[in-house]
Structure formats: C-alpha cells, structure tokens
C-alpha cells in the first residue's frame, strides 16, 4: 500500500570514525570543528523536476553554476563533519540553504529543488492585513514593518509565500536545510514535519522588509487530511537558522480545524514539527571476499506503525567501504544496500535504538553489477609503489586504489552495464605515471590489473607540503577568467585531498594571492592537515611562465595558511606545472 508521507531526514552523513585522529579536530569555539574531505556534486532542478542551468551555488570559498542539466560539481575539500552549507540562488526563485552532511573521503551527493518566488499579495504596512495563498495564510501586524536600520516603513509590502506540503515527495529537496534541529533545551536531534512556511517581504522596489522588534505575524499552514489525526494538538515552531544550517526551536503553533496557527516574531523559513533525539549508526560494505566496496548506496528508513508515516534518507560508501551517521533514536530502521542501478541487494530491520550501533562488516553479493579489482603498481626499477595510487574510471564514476606495502591493490567498484574502465598508476614520490590501459569487463567478476609500471613523466601536477604532509595532485585545473587566476586540483586528487589557489595577476613575478586553501588526508591514519587566507598576506606565489591556452603555467609558492585561531599559521609550500584549459 503507497504511504502517505511527512519528512524525518535520517542525517546519514558517511564517517570512518575508526580511523579519525585528534589532528582532525580544529577546536575554533566551545564545541571541537571537525573537518573531513569530500567532493561535492548534484542537480539543480526547477519546480517541474527538469534541471535549470546557470544556477548560482557557493559551497565555503569555492562558487559555480549548473550546467544545461542542472548538474554542479565541487572539487574536493575540508567540510565541517555536522554540516557545511550549500547556498543556492537563482532569478526568479526563492534563495535556498542545504545543510551538505559530508562523506568523508568520497563524495557527497545533493539535489535540490528551487521553487518560483511568485507575488502572493500586497498590505499596506500601516494598516496590516492578510495575505492568503494555497495552503497558507500570512497576517502582518498594522505599523509594524521596518526596512533598513530598522526605520518604520509605512507604504506598500509586496508579500511572496510558499508553503511546503508534508505530504508531498518534493518537499525534502524544496526545504532549507536537513532538518537536523536544536530544541529550546540546547539538545540536537532531527525533526519530523507537519508543514513548512516560507516569506519574504519586499517593498516594490525590491528592497527587503522585516517584522519591527516587538511586533508579531501570524502564520497559518493547512495539515492535510492523511495526517490530519495523527497531528498533536500543540506543535513546537522552528525557524531555520542560515548562519548554522540548521532549525531552531521558537515558540508553538496549535491545531485549530485543519490548520495550525501560530506567531512569529520574524520571517524565514518556519516549521511545525515533532523532535527526535539520535544515535549513531555506522557499518562497512565489503563483498564475500571481505574487500571493501565503493560507492554503493545506503538506505535507511523509519518504520513507523502509523501507516501515514515514512521517512528516508541515503548517502554512498566511502573508499574503505563505510557508512555511518545520525538516526532518531527510539525507532525501528530499515537499513538497504542499494546498487549503482539502484537495486536493493540488502535489508535488514535494526532498533528501536537507544545507543549506538555498529553493523560492522555487512557482506552484500554485487557480482553482477560490480567488478572486484586486484594488480599491482610498480616503478621504473620495479619495485612496489607505496606512495602513489591507481586511478580507476568507470563510466561517471572515478575511484582511487591505494596500494599496499607490497604494491598490490584489490576493491570492489560498481559498474553497473558498463562494458569497459580504464586505469592507470602514479607513482607520487618520483612524478611518474603509467600509461593509461582500457580493460574489457563484460561478465567478469574479478578483473586483473596485472602489474602497472609508473615510469613516464608526469606533464602537469601540483606538489605541496602542508604541515609537515606531502601532496601530489596528478591531472590538475588552470585557467584564467576575468581577472582572476586559478590553479586548482579539480577534484582529481586522490583520497580527497583538495588544492585551490586565485590570483589577481597574470603574468610572472612574485605576489600575494587572493586566496589559497590546501589539504592533505591520509585514509590510513585519519590524519587531515587543513589550512586556507584570504588576502593571503603570509603566502608569496612566484611565476615563472604563464603560458596561452593549451600551454603551461609554472610557479612555485611558500608562506603560510590560516586555520582558525587557536591554530593561525599552517606552513605551506609547494610548486606546480599545470597545463591552462582556458
């Protein structure tokens, strides 16, 4: 029987806390900040579901825009492990905020919807009044606008509004945030809605307006009929907070007919919604080999005896084949395995958890749409590569192989109906690579590599040490647009470190660069060093050829990098060669 459905995001953000060092945390404040790498990437679409192109998203220091098909891509970086945010705008839509909970050494996948921002009515300030749109209502208080520096505004107040229905299968990707919470308590947890309000107030010109201090409005949000029972009498409010990503608890709403009505004291985005206390889910993906298997994705859903209720949410194992993050305590879960074809190959029921819960290995048989790797990397003198990996690409998907002592590799990789993949090796201590080979896949279950000989010289890279770690970034970006100067790793280092660099200079010299921010992770230890500046000051960059388009850039740069202030200088240097795309 379909369901009908209201939203509890699962906070399914996939960690290795096994292997986390206290290196990793960058205590910026009273509660530890811990940084992982990741890669971030998604779609865009409009209110139809079709993807919109030349969407604006800035993600920390890094900013794009979408393609004809709404995809976005980031290049791999530090991000807060609770959340960092993804800030997405567009003409003619309602800016929208996702909290992105990070797949540490992976990649992170996040769709969002954007809805049209439509005038829904007009009040004079003076008099106040009430504008009514399908599924909710706003009322403004009489004298009680203010526009810039809080000055009294008395004239027209252009209203738009939006309600997000519970119900509705779009509302996870229209919302702000992931609904992760705090109450009035001071407690984390996630929420369940019954219904979001979301309202900007403009004057015709544009300029926004907002609820004087001390002045009140009243929001009212239709709770449809398939919940309409199971909806309590009194509701918390929760306003999202764009400054943490996430909603704050803030007075209540109560149940009048079919609707909830309640005040608030200013606008954003505003929640009716139940809170649920979490525990920590975690696990690893390997096939009957016990190899780990990479970027499979992991389901978890809330079985709820109130058949009015569903909820779920999912990621992608990471390198080591991990998953693991935040569920409500208290509940039963449905936890599937789920192929790059989206197959369900594993169910299981967990809980009702009140600690804690590791699955530890969970054994999933992908043989017939995944491919188990082995071989080996070698050097000029063929001995093992231990510094260095083996870059496999499977039609979208990219996947680094990090050897062992003996040089020897062997992971499981999705692929789906792909026919073939390709591979090749770097040996990252001596700048060499070996000739990229195209394998045949076609009914196989184990592919052989055979043994990859690292011995020609890299044309482009970017090499640095950051704190004491050296990096070497194969395959890296440089181009030139507007005033600015870029080098960055594109989102092709390994094992998701990330390197970005501008400059407001273009030919060679020495200078200060506009911004830089460099990471180093090792998937083995855990241990990440991370440093960025802006208006870099301490880090000097000297170049000595910038080359046309299709030639390359070479220079070399030292200083240091900011971290947070407990830890402000972060050594950096390092050199790079990189051909310039444009």
């Known amino acids: 029987m379909k369901k009908n459905l209201f939203f509890l995001f699962l906070i399914i953000g996939l960690i290795g806390t096994s292997c986390r060092k206290n290196d990793d945390i960058i205590t910026g404040g009273p509660d530890p900040v811990i940084y992982v790498q990741t890669q971030l990437m998604g779609v865009i679409n409009d209110e139809n579901g079709a993807g919109l192109e030349g969407v604006g998203l800035r993600w ?23 959340g960092t945010l993804l800030q997405i705008t567009a003409n003619g839509y309602f800016d929208l905020t996702k909290t992105v909970v990070p797949i540490p050494n992976g990649r992170t996948w996040m769709e969002a919807m954007l809805t049209p921002k439509v005038l829904s009515g ?35 107040v252009n209203v738009y509004a939006t309600w997000l229905d519970p119900t509705d299968g779009n509302t996870l990707a229209r919302m702000p945030g992931n609904l992760t919470a705090i109450n009035t308590n001071d407690e984390s947890g996630s929420l369940a809605t019954y219904g979001m309000i979301g309202v900007e107030l403009e004057t015709p010109t544009g300029a926004p307006l907002q609820i004087a201090q001390g002045a009140e409005a009243v929001v009212e949000m ?11 009498a009194t509701i918390p409010l929760w306003h999202f907070d764009e400054a943490k990503g996430k909603w704050l608890e803030d007075g209540f709403a109560e149940k009048v007919g079919n609707r909830y009505v309640g005040t608030v004291s200013h606008f954003s985005f505003w929640n009716c919604d139940i809170f649920f206390e979490n525990v920590t889910l975690s696990g690893r993906v390997v096939n009957s080999n016990g190899a780990p298997i990479i970027g499979v994705r992991v389901r978890a859903t809330m079985v709820n005896v109130n058949p009015n209720i569903w909820a779920s ?7 080591n084949g991990e998953f693991g993050g935040k569920v ?27 600690v804690d ?53 062997n992971a499981v ?27 045949t896949i076609t009914g196989l279950s184990v592919l052989d590599l055979g043994v990859l000989t690292a011995c020609d010289v890299l044309e482009e890279y970017i090499e640095y040490t950051i704190d004491g770690a050296s990096v070497v970034v194969i395959e890296p970006d440089a181009s030139i647009q507007g005033n600015y100067l870029t080098i960055s790793s594109g989102g092709n280092s390994p094992d998701s470190t990330f390197f970005y660099m501008s400059l407001d200079q273009m030919g060679p010299g020495t200078y200060n660069p506009q911004s830089v921010e460099a990471s180093s992770f090792d998937p083995i230890s855990g241990n990440l060093k ?40 972060v050594p950096l240097s390092g050199s790079f060669k990189v051909i310039r795309d444009n």
Do not use: H
Request: charged share 15%; net charge negative.
């Open 122 to 156: 007009t009040v004079q300030a003076s008099a106040g009044g009430t504008v009514t749109i399908p599924g909710t209502s706003v009322t403004l208080p009489a004298g009680g606008i203010v526009g810039s520096g809080n000055v009294a505004y008395t004239g027209t």
């Open 328 to 354: 409500p305590a208290g509940e039963v879960l449905l936890i599937e395995i789920l192929n790059e074809c989206g197959a369900v190959v594993f169910s299981q029921e967990v809980g009702p958890l009140s």
């Open 60 to 82: 920390g220091q890094q900013i794009t825009t979408t393609d004809e098909n709404g995809f976005y891509t980031f290049s791999s970086a530090a991000a807060d492990e609770q």
């Open 530 to 569: 991370f440093g960025y500046c802006q208006g870099c000051m301490n880090m000097q960059v000297t170049l000595t050829a910038v080359g046309n388009v299709g030639e390359p850039i070479i220079g070399t740069f030292t200083g240091t990098l900011d971290s947070n202030p407990s830890n402000p200088d």
């Open 313 to 319: 949410a999912s990621a992608w194992t990471n390198n």
């Open 357 to 409: 819960l590791d699955m530890g290995d969970v054994v999933v048989d992908l043989s017939d749409k995944s491919v188990e790797i082995t071989g080996s990397l070698v050097d000029c003198d063929s001995n093992p590569v231990t510094n260095g990996y083996i870059r496999i690409q499977v039609e979208g998907i990219v996947v680094y192989l990090t050897p062992e002592t003996d040089g020897s590799v």
């Open 222 to 232: 239709t709770i449809p009929a398939s919940i309409l029972a199971s909806a309590p």
């Open 413 to 439: 990789v999705p692929t789906c109906d792909a026919d073939e993949l390709t591979a090749a090796g770097f040996d990252v201590e001596n700048l060499k690579i070996s000739p990229a080979q195209t394998y």
